[in-house]
């Protein structure tokens, strides 16, 4: 336990458990279209694939026409990964977390709140290794071989 992989994970494997705030969403597409660059990997949980945290950068990627998000893949049943609630309500489980995903009927924007005490360093990857539409104007060109 305790052990998290890297990985580049296609978009359409994901599944959420929690809608998005459109401003915040808004805001993150255009700091990535100006950046070019995820700084922080999403969280997922190993086995289902369920976004335990990184809904809004998720969006975002899929909105810039990205194939892949960086991800961090853990045990979700790991003690390390902790789950509560930003606002009050009933207490909720990690299967409830999982079940809501499965359902497709997401929770309200932050409803969950994963704590994390497994070191999960940045990881800077950019919009081109995850698949979306070079943009010109910040992507260097690519070095093609001679002829």
């Known amino acids: 336990m305790g ?3 890297f990985e580049l994970i296609p978009l359409d494997r994901l599944h959420g458990h929690e809608e998005v705030v459109a401003s915040d969403l808004e805001r993150l597409v255009a700091n990535l279209q100006a950046s070019r660059i995820v ?8 086995g289902s694939l369920v976004i335990l945290n990184g809904h809004h950068r998720v969006a975002a990627l ?8 960086p991800a961090w893949v853990v045990d979700y049943q790991d003690p390390k990964i902790t789950l509560d609630r930003w606002d ?4 909720l489980t ?3 977390v999982i079940a809501r995903a499965r359902s497709g009927r997401p929770f309200p924007p932050k409803t969950t709140r994963h704590r994390v005490l497994l070191d999960l360093p940045e ?4 919009l ?3 698949g979306a539409p070079r943009d010109p104007e910040f992507d260097p060109p690519l070095v093609r071989g001679r002829a």
Not at 88 to 91: A, D, Q
């Open 39 to 46: 700084r922080e990997p999403i969280l997922v949980a190993a």
């Open 88 to 91: 009050s309500g009933p207490r």
């Open 3 to 5: 052990a998290a992989s």
């Open 128 to 130: 081109t290794e995850l």
């Open 123 to 126: 990881h800077p990857t950019t």
């Open 94 to 96: 990690k299967e409830d």
């Open 62 to 69: 899929r909105r810039l026409g990205a194939q892949r998000a």
